[in-house]
């Protein structure tokens, strides 16, 4: 990419700095560089704070303190896979968690077991997704429930549509054809930012999902060199068509989305191309 050659020099920028006074009437949607997973942390102007899964490991700690998160008004597990939740029992454990939503299944792999463990024992309460909307001060987080047809585990992905005004975002996990298909049959609207279902995965794009959603800017979770060959050429080919922007977490390093309620937005990555961050204006 032409872009990516044009890159004179990489500035570290002061990514971890708590919201100020100057990022009023905005929300940051942080996805962190947590390798081949997914850890996404979604702060309103109000000091809110959610966390869409946990990544495979305990980084997501050094992550949230880098942040400056002491407490969590929501986290959601997205599905029980181990690249989303394998940070799970750090999180819960060493958090102020006020509610948590998973999908609802009884998963049998140990590191599932751990969560429901550290969830009782700090005394978290656990709820399995359902069609409900929770503020996050003046952002609102819809969940998507999965459709509970009992399939495979991606597809039973606990959804979350996120807005700020004008200011949209989509989140579907590990969705794959059978789940994108579900939710889109329900009428998703267009969105500003998305999460590239499935870390990009050729089953995680399906036809009309980008023509329905439209979003300006897409992230990719994803690990260096993983060995599932994520993300597919021709999902960034396809998600190209609409969107402005495309990061990727095992390129950029972690993408931080600043959303304003007017639609508008911009991004910082840990690896910052002078001039060439883009800004977006619906
Ligand atoms: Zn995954």
Same mark, same amino acid.
């Given at each position: 990419?032409?872009?990516?050659?044009?890159?004179?020099?990489?500035?570290?920028?002061?990514?971890?700095?708590?919201?100020?006074?100057?990022?009023?009437?905005?929300?940051?949607?942080?996805?962190?560089?947590?390798?081949?997973?997914?850890?996404?942390?979604?702060?309103?102007?109000?000091?809110?704070?959610? @966390?869409?899964?946990?990544?495979?490991?305990?980084?997501?700690?050094?992550?949230?303190?880098?942040?400056?998160?002491?407490?969590?008004?929501?986290?959601?597990?997205?599905?029980?896979?181990?690249?989303?939740?394998?940070?799970?029992?750090?999180?819960?454990?060493?958090?102020?968690?006020?509610?948590?939503?998973?999908?609802?299944?009884?998963?049998?792999?140990?590191?599932?077991?751990?969560?429901?463990?550290?969830?009782?024992?700090?005394?978290?309460?656990?709820?399995?997704?359902?069609?409900?909307?929770?503020?996050?001060?003046?952002?609102?987080?819809?969940?998507?429930?999965?459709?509970?047809?009992?399939?495979?585990?991606?597809?039973?992905?606990?959804?979350?549509?996120?807005?700020?005004?004008?200011?949209?975002?989509?989140?579907?996990?590990?969705?794959?054809?059978?789940?994108?298909?579900?939710?889109?049959?329900?009428?998703?609207?267009?969105?500003?930012?998305?999460?590239?279902?499935?870390?990009?995965?050729?089953?995680?794009?399906?036809?009309?999902?980008?023509?329905?959603?439209?979003?300006?800017?897409?992230?990719?979770?994803?690990?260096?060199?993983?060995?599932?060959?994520?993300?597919?050429?021709?999902? @960034?080919?396809?998600?190209?068509?609409?969107?402005?922007?495309?990061?990727?977490?095992?390129?950029?390093?972690?993408?931080?989305?600043?959303?304003?309620?007017?639609?508008?937005?911009?991004?910082?990555?840990?690896?910052?191309?002078?001039?060439?961050?883009?800004?977006?204006?619906?």
């Amino acid at each position: 990419m032409l872009r990516r050659l044009l890159t004179l020099i990489v500035l570290v920028l002061g990514l971890g700095r708590p919201l100020g006074a100057q990022q009023a009437d905005s929300i940051e949607v942080i996805f962190f560089d947590v390798g081949q997973g997914d850890a996404v942390l979604v702060r309103s102007f109000e000091g809110r704070a959610a @966390l869409i899964d946990a990544g495979r490991n305990s980084s997501i700690l050094d992550y949230l303190r880098e942040y400056h998160v002491d407490s969590l008004d929501l986290v959601i597990t997205s599905h029980p896979h181990e690249d989303h939740i394998g940070g799970m029992p750090t999180v819960l454990g060493m958090f102020a968690v006020a509610a948590y939503i998973d999908n609802g299944q009884r998963y049998r792999k140990g590191d599932w077991k751990l969560v429901e463990w550290v969830l009782g024992r700090m005394g978290v309460p656990r709820t399995a997704a359902r069609a409900e909307t929770f503020a996050l001060g003046s952002t609102s987080l819809r969940i998507l429930p999965p459709p509970g047809m009992g399939g495979d585990t991606n597809n039973e992905s606990v959804g979350v549509l996120l807005e700020f005004g004008k200011f949209k975002a989509l989140f579907t996990g590990d969705s794959q054809y059978e789940e994108l298909q579900y939710f889109l049959s329900l009428g998703m609207p267009t969105v500003t930012l998305m999460k590239a279902a499935h870390h990009g995965a050729r089953n995680g794009l399906i036809p009309g999902w980008a023509e329905a959603t439209k979003p300006e800017v897409v992230v990719v979770s994803v690990g260096r060199n993983n060995s599932y060959g994520h993300p597919d050429p021709w999902v @960034l080919r396809y998600y190209g068509l609409f969107a402005k922007a495309i990061y990727r977490t095992d390129v950029d390093g972690t993408v931080r989305v600043i959303g304003h309620r007017d639609g508008t937005w911009r991004v910082e990555t840990a690896a910052v191309e002078l001039g060439a961050a883009p800004t977006g204006r619906r």
